[in-house]
């Protein structure tokens, strides 16, 4: 299978690449170079990571509304 390089030097997969790989927009891919070349593949979240998070975080009925979140007004100085 071949991908085109943009002028920016970005790429675009397939659908069904990354259907396959289970990613969507957002998700990260890892490149892992080899004796053999590139690996790609999915970024997951280690679970040991968000250990600490266990029980400092407020279970609600309500779902997260991402919207509102963005429109709420946030300290510029904590922006990375």
């Not at 990354?18 to 679970?47: C, I, K, S, Y």
């Amino acid at each position: 299978m071949l991908v085109k390089i943009t002028s920016k030097r970005q790429v675009t997969f397939p659908a069904r690449v990354l259907d396959a790989l289970g990613v969507a927009p957002g998700d990260q891919l890892e490149l892992e170079e080899g004796p053999d070349g590139f690996t790609l593949r999915a970024r997951r979240v280690n679970p040991a990571r968000l250990a600490p998070l266990r029980g400092k975080l407020q279970r609600t009925d309500t779902p997260f509304d991402i919207e509102s979140f963005r429109d709420e007004p946030r300290d510029p100085t904590l922006r990375d």
